[in-house]
Structures are given as structure tokens and as C-alpha cells.
């Protein structure tokens, strides 16, 4: 017998069939009834091993055979250094290397990575633990801090190195020696660096200079980092070093030619215990940045604002007239992300996490310090421990700087402007959300948890795809996702969903073909009941835990049972995914799920979705929140005489969810009204018009501009621009810490609000996959006009509109301008402001084409690409008929033209 972690909060447990094969039966209920026995009878380890474990009843177990033991994995490519060398707790090592070529250098390459000998943790918790930390190795090239990493690898079948170009770096220097220099810290006292530095010559000579022990000294600091004093300062999620930083011990010169140290030659090591591969992502970017402000607000306390958010670290400089006097003198360091008050940083924060390092001072030239691990953070306090010393000091001098790390981010890959400056302001906060808080992969936050949640990655990864035309993070991070998953129910079911999104942004469903063992089951439709079709679980906590909607507060006061409209509605559009990617014997499970969410789930007299089953009255599951409704509207599983009613009841709630509730919200929003929805939405052209059914975009875009905080409701709810007023640069892990007491400012998660802008304001989506064939169909009430540009991997996708004119009905008359990339066609639609019984006309580049009636919208044929941007808008005359009903209408320039040409010929 033995047992084996699974790839979740839970476990798996695992035995052998052979000895007992009754206990190998494949009805489940019976093996959770049977869970504790078999505790008892089968695991022979102690009772605290057990706790460790974290075996409870119900949590997930499988019965297999016991594995082969093999032979351990051999190294496979990559750096071929002839050594590694030990990373103990904090360490440098660093080389110096004979410049001969300088003059001929054509190019340079590092090749680096540090990473744990002996076998790598497999379970979630010990993986995710691991890769918490970032800087198991800082590289320095000359006196450059060039790369931080090497972070998460795609699984633990290899470790990931880093490719850095430090052509420049190298050039830049002075002298004929280059300094290598390696910093790093991890827990694991067997980590080792490894690296190698390929100098290319015009001539075509490859000079490799790697971590050969004979070249390579090497120090233990951590007496210089203070180790002694490590706390937990993440909110008891992971530890981080304090980093008490003593001037005094620290090698300042280590990085200068000729340093004279007085270093231990480095120790070379076996190699590292599984294959070196490149990282499928691309190598993090560091920079430097100086406060906007620095404020002294007493003798010897500081306070600096950088402006923004940021994940790095401090650089601090301190010298004085009489540097002597400073000699052991202390400073306390904290950092935060948001004010307690006026020039007071935040401390603890409202993550808890506790960023705070205390710095001693040393007598004999400048002290200075830069932190080795990065925090996420915007202010920051300085306070020295004895303001007595630092009078005998004289003049004190400051050089406060932040080395920032950070994904690579394009300024040119997309932009958006609206002549809303509330709308421009929010679509910037979500973009330096992505641009600033990202590293390799997705997270939830890098302040509190760092841990890759999928609904968080999956909003980010969509809104990423929209603003970037680098495809492998979002992929690096689903694939990380799908081999950790987290513990909620509908995380695992999103798993489909971000193989979908992938495949649509692409063209590619290899992410799906990898991991189809692990995604099909994970809809849950394995859990439909042969005698009402609904997916219905043994309880909402098994085998995993139901969330909806998260804080807790957020959730419109859903009553979970064992039979939940969201994990229904997330079960019948994942296996519609699936099918649509080819997966057989995925349709007729989704349509199973609907009809009997139709006959189940529906509340006829309330014209709205119920929490569970509508008559299930005693267990509380006829509740109608508007999570019901939404979900079931987002993923376009309403029919069509159910529509008005469920989408009139989604309106009046407002923003009754939380920052991730908000993207299923506007899913439903603006997807009601979608000329491109799979279902009978084409049909419906009857009801398009009415108000009351599809209102252009009107609830969501209130929702969009809105500045509510939600500091005056019970519930918190609030807006993108509450965040801004509540200072954030970045957006909130909440609305408020009304709604959330531990929340971040610094969430990529919370970024609904820029694919509502994308994909439903602007009315961007792709039809095919990998955008062959894609939509424009905007949805602008109240905005007069804006222009952005998105990416895809055929081209740039830009768009603009001009509101001309509004009729009675708030039907706007817009012209459409696209910019169509080469190999693709585009659907052209904007809102129909024809009478009944006109024939359906549009202007495409000046010239009267018939055009389609969709959802009250007249829509193009599939355009093609143009030496122009397509424009598209109404015939003349509707427009001046409007705006003569409307007595104020700003046209264009080239329609002004057309009117005064128009009426001198008549």
C-alpha cells in the first residue's frame, strides 16, 4: 500500500487492488462512506503523519497499482556548465572574465538558472510553495542587475532556465574584465546555480565561459541579510526574509573588477536532478525608478511615494558629513500599497503582509542596500531608531530608488481613447493591472497569496490576449493551472473554458489535446443525474467546494445545495466547448443540462433563475440572486421567451457581485444583444428594438463609467472608478475593504471591466479561430465616440466610432471605421436605424450595399482587408432624419461635406 498527493487542495488516496479489490468498486458514494474505514484499517503511517496529509472524508481517492520504482531522471539539454554551485539560505558567487574579444563581440548570451537538487515536490502545496519566492537567483553583469528567476516551469518533469541578451551590458564596460555575479535565496539548502555565457564573435568564434568551480568564488551573506530574523510577513501564506540588511558586513564592492574579498573557490555539484529546458515564457524585465515625491516628516523619518504600483524592491543609498557618526545606527524600512493616514504607510497591510527590513548603517563611506526578494508595494517609510546620532552626523543624504521586475509588456500592441474620460481612466487602471503586476504566470495577487487561482487567471489571461500579441504566457499559465488546480468546483470546470479561449485566440487546441485526461472530467457532467439531468453532487463541498462567487459577501445571498444553477450553467457551456473543439459525445451532454435547467431551475412566475431546484422550498435553493441569472445569460443558455424577463431582472441588481462576478455580469450585459451568439439569438430580430430586451450597451456602459466606492451599501459593491478614488493605481482585489478587510490593490484578476470594453463596448470578438474571421459590432450608448487597437496573430485590429445622432428609441446612428489585417474577414454591424419595411442598407466605403438584419443591428457582408480602414454607417438621410427629430447632432466632417453637396444640388 501506499499513497500519493494529488494535484489539488485535497488528496488522492491509493491502494493496491491486488490485496484488496473491494475496495476498488467504482461506485463513489460507496468509497466516501467507506473513506474512514479504510483510514483505519489500511495507512500505516502515525496519526500526526495522517493530520499532515490532511485527510478528510470525502476528499478525492483513486485506486491504482503500486508504481515501478525507477532509475532517477537524467540532466537533458540545456546549460551545459561544468559545475553548479550551492544557493545556502542567502549566497553570492561571482567570476571575472577576460574581455580579449570586446572589440569583436557581435553578440552576448546568458544561459541561468538556480534551481533544487534531489526530486522536485509533486504535490500542490509543496509546488506552489516553492515557486512563491522568485529570486532564487539575481544576475548581475558588470554592475547591472540584468534578470531575476527563474519562476514557474509549465510542470516538474524539467527546470526552466532563463536566455538573457547582455550585448549591451558588456559593451558598456569601462575595462577589459567583465564581472559575473550570482545572488540568490532559497530555503532548500541543496539549490544551485548553474549558468553559461556565450560571447559571439564576427569572426563566427563562440567563446563559453559557464560555473566551472576553478573560476567561480563564493560566499554565504546571510549574515549580512539578517537570516536570523526571517518571519512570516505574507499573511501566513508563505515565508519571506525580512532582509535586516547590515551596511557593515555586506561585500559592497563584489561586483567591481579586482574585488579582494577574501572568498572560498565554489564547490561544484552533481548535476541538477531533472532535464534544463528554455522557458516557454519570455525572460522578466527589471528597471529602476525614483519616488515622485520624498517627504520628510520629522527628524530623521521619511516618507517616498513611487506614484504607482509596483513589484521589486528598494534601492537606498545614505551618506552623511560625518559618515562616522552613523557607525551600527539603525533605519527601519516598511513598504505598502496603500495610506493609513496622510504620509503613513499602511502597515500591516490589509493583506497582513509585513514589509519591513531593518537596516544598520556602516561608518566608512556610503550604506547601501537593495532588497534581494521582491514585495508589491507603492509607499514606503524610513525612520531612523536614534535621531541623537544622526545630529553628529550633520547632513544627512538620501538616494531612494526601486529596482522593479515585471512580464515584458509592447506600448504598441494596443491603446484605447474615448471621448468619456471616466471610460479611459478605467481601461488604463486594468491595463497597468496586467502591464505592472505580472510576472510569468498568473496570479491571484503577488502580495498575500501569489498562488495561480483560475478563475483570477483566466480573466487575466482573456484581457492579456487583448491588449498583447504574446500568446505563450497566457498558454504557460493554463497549463500550470491544469496541472495545480485549486479547490473550488467551478475552477476546475474553467479549465475547458481556457483551452476555448486559447483555441479561439490562436487557432491552436494542442493546450486541450495535452490535457484532455484531466479537463473532460473536470465539466462535471459526469455528475448529471440519470433522473433529472442536472449535474447534482453529493453535497456542495464534495469532492470539491462549491464558491460561486467570492468574498463571501459578494454572492447576492445564494443558497448552495447539492444541485447548483452556476455549476450547472459552467457545466453545459463547457461541454458545448468541447464539442465545439471536437470532443465527441460533449454536445448531448450540454443540451441534457439545459432543457433540465429549463424545467428545474427556472422560476416561471418570477421570470428569473432560482439558486437550485425552484422546488426544492425547505432547503432555501428557490432563492433567486442574480448570480443564477447571469451565469445562465453570460453563457447564452437562456431561450429565447425567457430572455426579457431574465435580462430586466440581471439590470435591477446593479453591481450586486464582486470584481469577478463582474465578468460573467457584462458577459450577460452586452453578450444578450451579440450578433454572434451560437444559439436562436440571429432570429430574434422582433424584439431587438425593444428596450426592455436589449438596451445598445446602456446598463453595462452605466456600470463601466459609474464611480461608486460602495463604502455607503452593506454589501461594498462599487466600481473601477471607486477604486481610483480610493487611490489605487492599479485595480483592487474588492471593491472596498468594506467588502473585503484583507484585500490587495493589486489584482489582475479584478480586470472584467477592460474585455467589457474589448469585446462588448467596442464589440471586438473573434468569429473563427485565431481571428480568420472576426466581429466589430459596438455597443456605445452614451459614449460619442472612441478608437482602440487590439492584437491578433494575423494582424491589428483598430477600431473607431463616431455617434452622429440618437432617435427617440436611444437607438444611436454611428460610422464605423476598422482597420482589417490581412487573411481575415470581418462582420461590420452597427444599430439599425432604418424604419420598418426600408430595405436594410449600409454605406461601405462610401458605396450603398445591402446589408443583414441581426439583433437590431444592419450588418456587412464578410469584408476583407483594404489599403484603408472599412467604413461603414447609415444612409444620409436616416441620419439627418434623426437629427432633426433630435434638433443637435455633430456629424463628421465628410458627412457635413456630403449634406451642404446634397442640398446645393436640390
Known sequence: MWFERFNDSTKHFITNCKEHPEWCASDEERCINDLPSWFAACVPVTIEHLNDLHFTQGDNFTCAEEPPVGPSPSPGPGPTAGAVFNISSFAMARTEIDLLTKGALQSALVFVTAAPYGPLPDSHGDAVHLHRLLAQYKLYVGQALVGIGPGRADDNASIVYDTFDVTAQVEEQSGDRLVLGLQGYNTNPNTRFVLELHLMCSNGTRIVHGTNANQWT?????????????????????????????????????????????????????????????????????????????????????????????????????????????????????????????????????????????????????????????????????????????????????????????YPWSETDSSFESSNSTLSDVFTLCSDTLKITSLDTYTDSNTRERLPYELDGYIAAKSRYLLQRDLAWPRHSFSYNILYPTWPTEWHQIQSKMCHLDWKMSGQHDLLERYREIIIPNTFARFISNSTGLVTKPSPDLPTKDIVDWPMNSRDGYVFTRVNTVVNAYAAQTTAMLAEMGIGGQQQLSKTIV????????????????????????????????????????????????????????????????????????????????????????????????????????????????????????????????????????????????????????????????????????????????????????????????????????????????????????????????????????????????????????????????????????????????????????????????????????????????????????
Open 218 to 406: 563564493a560566499r554565504d551573506v546571510s549574515d549580512a541579510f539578517g537570516l536570523s530574523d526571517l518571519t512570516q510577513t505574507t499573511g501566513g501564506y508563505f515565508e519571506q526574509p525580512q532582509e535586516n540588511i547590515d551596511a557593515r558586513i555586506f561585500p559592497h564592492d563584489w561586483l567591481h573588477p579586482e574585488f579582494a574579498g577574501g572568498w572560498e573557490a565554489a564547490v561544484a555539484q552533481p548535476p541538477l536532478p531533472l532535464p534544463l529546458v528554455a522557458k516557454t515564457t519570455q525572460a522578466l524585465v527589471v528597471d529602476e525608478i525614483r519616488p515622485t515625491a520624498v517627504t520628510q516628516t520629522g527628524r530623521g523619518t521619511y516618507f517616498f511615494d513611487f506614484g504607482h504600483e509596483l513589484m521589486g524592491g528598494i534601492r537606498l543609498a545614505v551618506s552623511a558629513a560625518n559618515t562616522a557618526a552613523l557607525d551600527g545606527q539603525t533605519a527601519v524600512l516598511h513598504l505598502g500599497e496603500s495610506l493609513s493616514a496622510s504620509n503613513t504607510v499602511r502597515y500591516p497591510m490589509y493583506t497582513s503582509n509585513r514589509y519591513q527590513s531593518v537596516l544598520t548603517m556602516r561608518g566608512n563611506g556610503t550604506s547601501s542596500f537593495e532588497h534581494h526578494e521582491y514585495s508589491e508595494f507603492r509607499f514606503g517609510s524610513l525612520e531612523f531608531t536614534d535621531p541623537a546620532a544622526l545630529a553628529a552626523a550633520g547632513d544627512l543624504s538620501l538616494d531612494i530608488r526601486a529596482w522593479t521586475v515585471r
Open 595 to 906: 432543457d433540465a435547467m429549463q424545467v428545474y431551475l427556472f422560476d416561471s412566475s418570477k421570470g428569473r433563475y432560482c439558486d437550485g431546484r425552484c422546488d426544492d422550498v425547505a432547503e432555501g435553493a428557490n432563492h433567486t440572486s442574480l448570480h443564477a441569472s447571469m451565469f445562465a445569460l453570460a453563457f447564452d443558455l437562456v431561450p429565447e421567451d425567457r430572455i426579457a424577463s431574465t435580462v430586466k431582472w440581471v439590470r435591477t441588481r446593479g453591481m450586486a457581485c464582486s470584481v469577478y462576478g463582474a465578468f460573467p455580469l457584462f458577459e450577460a450585459l452586452f453578450g444578450v444583444g451579440a450578433v454572434d451568439r451560437n444559439t436562436s439569438y440571429s432570429t430574434r430580430t422582433a424584439q431587438a428594438k425593444d428596450p426592455a430586451f436589449y438596451d445598445f450597451g446602456s446598463s453595462a456602459v452605466a456600470l463601466l463609467t459609474s464611480c461608486d466606492t460602495g463604502e455607503s451599501s452593506d454589501e461594498g459593491f462599487g466600481s473601477w472608478c471607486g477604486m481610483l478614488k480610493q487611490n489605487a493605481t492599479c485595480a483592487m482585489e474588492a471593491w472596498n475593504p468594506k467588502q473585503k478587510p484583507n484585500l490587495s490593490f493589486s489584482h489582475p484578476g479584478a480586470t472584467a471591466a477592460l474585455i467589457a470594453i474589448v469585446q462588448g463596448l467596442m464589440g471586438i470578438r473573434p468569429l473563427l479561430p485565431g481571428y480568420a474571421e472576426f466581429v466589430v459590432q459596438p455597443q456605445p450608448s452614451g459614449i460619442a465616440s472612441a478608437r482602440i487597437r487590439t492584437p491578433t496573430l494575423r494582424g491589428f485590429i483598430t477600431v473607431s466610432f463616431t455617434t452622429l445622432a440618437v432617435d427617440a428609441s436611444g437607438t444611436p446612428a454611428l460610422q464605423l471605421n476598422v482597420t482589417i489585417p490581412a487573411n481575415t474577414q470581418a462582420l461590420l454591424c452597427i444599430p439599425d436605424i432604418s424604419l420598418v419595411g426600408e430595405a436594410p442598407q449600409l454605406l461601405v466605403d462610401g458605396v450603398a450595399m445591402s446589408a443583414s438584419r441581426r439583433m437590431g443591428y444592419l450588418c456587412s457582408a464578410l469584408l476583407g482587408a483594404a489599403t484603408h480602414p472599412r467604413s461603414i454607417r447609415p444612409l444620409l438621410h436616416e441620419v439627418l432624419r434623426i437629427s432633426t427629430n433630435q434638433l443637435q447632432v455633430d456629424l463628421p466632417t465628410s458627412l457635413q461635406e456630403e449634406t451642404i453637396s446634397r442640398n446645393t444640388a436640390i
